[in-house]
């Protein structure tokens, strides 16, 4: 299984979202981060990183990939973002849950996505010479 350097960055984005909101879950929260909605902030900021650097280019690229992944991926997104939007006004510890279950649930559909890819069929995911020719 290879990886692309896109899909580690955004482990080690989710990773780091993980150990902030193992650390608030058990009390013991970095200085500044003690709050639910603090934790949840930065928890939210690496959830968009890791999916703005993981996720195709274009969103027509997007729309013409697959439509399950798209679907699934959808559905979980809508879900972690009004999880979030709600962890943030009512401060609320169960969202914040939901939100990181969400994030890495994507994380780990986009990874091994990614990782089914052949190696001898382009990435649709990245520019190519050969297209550009023609744009």
């Known amino acids: 299984m290879h990886l692309s350097n896109r899909d580690v960055f955004a ?20 200085p500044g981060l003690s709050s639910t909605r603090s934790t949840g902030i930065v928890v939210l900021a690496l959830g968009f990183l890791a999916s703005a650097s993981a996720v195709v ?17 959808s559905t979980i997104g809508l879900a972690a973002a009004a999880a979030g939007v709600y962890m943030l006004v009512t401060a609320s510890g169960t969202s914040l849950t939901v ?4 994030m890495v649930a994507l994380w780990l559909i986009a990874t091994i996505h ?12 990245r520019a190519s010479p050969q297209l550009d020719e023609f744009v």
């Open 99 to 102: 939100v990181i279950v969400a």
């Open 57 to 73: 280019p274009t969103f027509d690229q997007l729309l013409h990939g697959n439509k399950t992944y798209l679907a699934v991926t």
């Open 114 to 125: 990614h990782s089914k890819r052949r190696p001898d069929v382009p990435d649709p995911t």
């Open 11 to 30: 482990t080690g984005l989710v990773a780091a979202a993980g150990v902030l909101y193992i650390l608030w879950a058990a009390g013991s929260t970095l």
